[in-house]
């Protein structure tokens, strides 16, 4: 994968989707992000230390386009494993280390059979406040590495893990997964609801067991324990 490194940027997501037309499997890597952004919007703090990354992947169809959601966590634990570290995949773009966010997983699409792949991970300690979820860092953890290194063995493990059926990718996330079998709340456009975790489908669809009925999210922000009441 070609890998083109900025100081600093808006977005990397914002330039891997300006990327031209016939670009497949090229990542922007910025330092620095100065409009970073999550699902929904959300302002992703950007300072210098972590890794701001974003895969540019053409694809035969969009139809596939959310397989990578699970593909990407699933190759970004196996890169937190390999510096000693035990993380956990969270439904449906984010992974945890013993309950702490350490880095989040933004989709889009240019329209163009392209999908962009943006990844944080938090290298240093996060400074901030009023945020959505607890997080860490792999400074936290104990790691000391660079944004170059983690890089280089996840696009390793990307790039392995394409070459599987998506069965395969699944397991993965399934056997790292965070929460199963818990009481969770998921926040929905049109409100919360609340049940146990009951599982993915072979879509990677969360079912949730309200009563004897399962219900089938494609989309939302899940809450575990006390946080989903707040």
């Not at 972590?50 to 699933?74: E, K, M």
């Not at 890169?79 to 309950?99: A, V, Y």
């Not at 890089?151 to 893990?161: D, G, P, T, V």
Request: glycine share 10%.
């Amino acid at each position: 994968m070609e890998v083109i490194f900025k100081d600093s940027t808006q977005s990397t997501n914002e330039d891997a989707k300006a990327l031209p037309e016939n670009a497949d499997h090229v990542a922007v890597c910025a330092k620095t992000q100065t409009g970073g952004h999550g699902r929904l919007g959300r302002k992703w703090l950007s300072p210098a230390g972590n890794l701001y990354v974003s895969f540019c992947v053409r694809l035969d169809s969009l139809a596939s386009a959310g397989n990578y959601s699970f593909l990407s966590a699933a190759a970004l634990a196996q890169t937190l494993e390999s510096f000693g570290l035990h993380p956990r995949c969270k439904w449906p773009n984010d992974l945890l280390i013993d309950g702490k966010k350490v880095s989040g997983i933004l989709l889009e699409t240019d329209g163009k059979n392209r999908l962009v792949v943006g990844i944080g991970v938090n290298l240093l300690p996060v400074e901030a406040e009023n945020l959505l979820y607890p997080v860490t860092s792999l400074a936290n953890e104990g790691v000391d590495t660079t944004p170059r290194e983690v890089l280089s063995r996840l696009i390793e493990r990307f790039e392995a893990l394409e070459k599987l059926p998506f069965s395969a990718v699944l397991d993965g996330w399934r056997k790292r997964a965070y929460g199963l079998g818990q009481p969770i709340t998921v926040n929905l456009p049109t409100g919360k609801v609340q049940g146990t975790f009951y599982g993915l489908d072979n879509d990677g669809v969360l079912l949730l067991k309200c009563g004897q009925q399962i219900m089938r999210i494609t989309a939302g922000d899940v809450f575990f324990g006390e946080q989903g009441k707040k």
